[in-house]
């Protein structure tokens, strides 16, 4: 008999349990219910099945839902019945059998002819026995989840169904054989899921959630079509060498977006617990195999959500044959979330600008309105501002037209952002740039000789020759993007004869790069917006604001030293406040930022105009542009018109 552990899949941790065992009954006290949200073949939740009363299994596979149904489902079934059935299935007279839909498809295949037609005759069979009701659920689930096991122990496969192997005389093989499901105990309580992961979370409370999601491009849906299509029994039309369906049932963990939804779901988990397994294959040089979640995104996400422990271990990977795996080794974090932990996340725009408030947004946004129906920006920046606000529409400005011209060169680029990532990897290759999400490292021994400015020593001279393409076609935005990502502290500058000049920085394009740019692109292409620059007087007063509108205001600051603030004076800074008595005045909700005090200098100008309006402190994360660190000793400050203890 099949347990739930001999099957052939990617990932499987059934080797690794006695280690993940120790860890979690070491580091999760007082716990009784277990999720397993990408519970893949079962093994983890198969393996703690005696530590926890509840279990709730969930993964999106249609064949992985069918074999947690023939092993956990906590139900009676004839165990004399399914062995009847599977003595005449290993009785069948294949020479009798015609040709049938495993047979013609996969036959001298992904199996020996004569044993693809047993397989399709046995699923063909096992389907009409429950549409006859002569099999209780339990029985069917149990039946196709052996034939599952048993077909996967012959396929003509490398242990997945990528592809079949070219073998001109594959072996008759095929055996039906039954699957060890768990003993009926009515006190174990297990529900058993095939929903979207991200949508389950908000729905599921749990004391442990384990996660063990998929790492790189390869989706499992894909991976799996064989076993998915056997499974369903629809039998549609398979296409290409590999016989696969139509795609469907595409996951985001195996996209670039992965990080934005992995963030997502820890975010929305309710347990006491959390348990993610991660392995370091995206140091592979395949494509494929690269992980589409960092080590440091899955360390830094989870530490948002709670005190979060890391352990490591060696182990030989999975692989095909071709690719390389050197120093592979399996993580283990484990955190014990903060009983207060907030759910607000904040998003960073791809522009990367100094003084951008996207780690200040979770804070700011408890001060929001609980309704925008118009948000209005006048100083704009980067852009982390309105990527972390919900409204019905979005009006921003900013007097720096380079920044809104690489907004408006994002916003066309969202419908096709394949597209864009193809163009922008181009140039970087046609310049030599160091391209760290790609691989394109920097030496070792650069790194070794040149510590802390290694980036910009390697690409100083193909920056510079990127700059000056630039200023030769400064209708090129994409290139003046790449100006901005590898230039020193992100910024954009000019001299007097209109030419980019500013300094290359000791930075490239990394994940974190890539990932903002997901997220922006996602986040674009659904949502009303409309860029403008010019001076924010005359943006504000040329709109018809109206009660539900609302305008978030990050200025530049008087007492500060950043680039973009060296025109703005005192005569500047009361304008401002001017104005935004007059939309008080009008019953416009304002929120503003800014510095009381910075480096013993202090705004008294503002300190004094915001004394008749809220004023809420902020956990500072000012940055200078000339000395690119935090500073303690400043006091940074949210200021609205409106308590939003009285919003309506």
């Known amino acids: 008999m099949f347990d739930i552990q001999n099957r052939r899949y990617t990932g499987n941790k059934y080797k690794l349990m006695p280690w993940i065992s120790k860890l979690i009954s070491e580091n999760c006290k007082n716990c009784h219910s277990f999720f397993d949200v990408f519970a893949g073949t079962g093994s983890v939740s198969n393996y703690l099945y005696n530590d926890f009363d509840r279990f709730v299994l ?6 992985n839902e069918i074999i947690y149904n023939a092993f956990f489902l906590n139900d009676i079934y004839n165990e004399k019945l399914l062995y009847e059935i599977k003595n005449n299935y290993n009785n069948i007279n294949v020479n009798r059998l015609k040709d049938n839909y495993v047979s013609i498809n996969y036959g001298n295949k992904f199996f020996n002819y004569n044993d693809a037609k047993k397989i399709g005759y046995i699923r063909e069979n096992i389907e009409k026995r429950y549409k006859r009701k002569e099999l209780s659920y339990k029985e069917y689930a149990i039946l196709v989840a052996s034939l599952l096991y048993s077909l996967d122990k012959v396929a003509n496969t490398c242990g997945h169904y990528d592809a079949y192997r070219k073998i001109k005389n594959i072996k008759e093989l095929f055996v039906f054989e039954l699957i060890n499901p768990k003993e009926f105990n009515s006190k174990k309580l297990i529900e058993i899921y095939r929903c979207d992961s991200n949508k389950l979370a908000n729905e599921v409370k749990c004391d442990i959630a384990y996660i063990d999601p998929p790492y790189n491009s390869r989706q499992y849906s894909r991976f799996y079509h064989v076993l998915e299509n056997i499974t369903r ?12 369906p139509k795609e469907e049932n595409m996951s985001d963990y195996c996209k670039t977006s992965a990080p934005i939804a992995f963030n997502d779901l820890i975010q929305k988990l309710n347990v006491k617990y959390i348990v993610v397994s991660y392995n370091n294959t995206y140091n592979s040089k395949s494509n494929s195999s690269k992980n589409k979640i960092t080590l440091e995104e899955i360390e830094t996400i989870l530490s948002n959500k709670g005190e979060t422990k ?36 904040s998003y960073r725009s791809p522009l990367f600008y100094v003084g951008d408030k996207y780690k200040l947004m979770p804070e700011i946004k408890k001060y929001l309105p609980s309704y925008i129906n118009t948000y209005v920006e006048p100083f704009v920046g980067g852009g982390s501002s309105f990527l972390n606000v919900k409204a019905k529409r979005y009006l921003v400005n900013d007097i720096d037209n380079s920044i809104i011209n690489i907004h408006k060169m994002l916003y066309q680029n969202a419908e096709d952002k ?16 160091s391209c760290s999400y790609n691989g394109h490292l920097v030496p ?17 001279q193909q920056y510079l020759n ?8 400064k209708n090129d935005i994409l290139k ?10 992100h910024m954009t500058r000019f001299n007097k004869n209109g030419e980019f000049n500013l300094p290359v920085g000791n930075v490239d394009f990394n994940s974190n790069v890539y990932n903002s740019l997901n997220y922006y692109f996602d986040y674009i292409k659904n949502t009303d917006i409309t860029y403008y620059s010019m001076d924010y007087k005359e943006f504000i007063r040329i709109l018809n604001l109206k009660k539900n509108d609302y305008v978030l205001l990050d200025p530049p600051y008087l007492i500060s030293q950043s680039e973009y603030n060296k025109l703005w004076n005192e005569e500047c800074e009361k304008e401002l406040y001017k104005l935004l008595d007059e939309l008080n005045k009008k019953g416009i909700k304002f929120g503003i930022t800014n510095l009381v005090y910075h480096k013993g200098n202090k705004n008294k100008i ?39 203890g009285n919003d309506k």
């Open 480 to 489: 003046l993007y790449l100006l901005l990502i590898y230039g020193f502290n």
């Open 418 to 433: 394949n597209r864009f990532f193809n163009k922008i990897f181009k140039i970087i290759n046609h310049y030599g740039l």
């Open 310 to 345: 890391r352990f490591e271990k060696k182990y030989k990977a999975f692989t095909t044959g071709k690719t390389e795996l050197n120093n592979h080794k399996e993580y283990i974090f484990i955190t014990k979330v903060k009983k207060d932990i907030k759910k607000e996340i």
């Open 466 to 473: 990127l700059r000056k393409d630039f200023n030769n076609n």
């Open 606 to 644: 503002f300190e004094k105009w915001s004394k008749k309006y809220h004023v809420h402190e902020l956990t500072s994360n000012y940055i200078s542009y000339n000395d690119n660190s935090v500073k303690n000793n400043s006091k940074e400050v949210f200021v609205t018109n409106y308590d939003k």
């Open 233 to 244: 029994w629809k039998k549609p039309k398979l296409y290409g060498v590999a016989l696969k």
């Open 58 to 63: 969930n993964d999106f596979l249609y064949s």
């Open 444 to 460: 070792e021994e650069l790194k070794q000789k040149y510590k802390k400015t290694y980036y910009a020593k390697y690409n100083k």
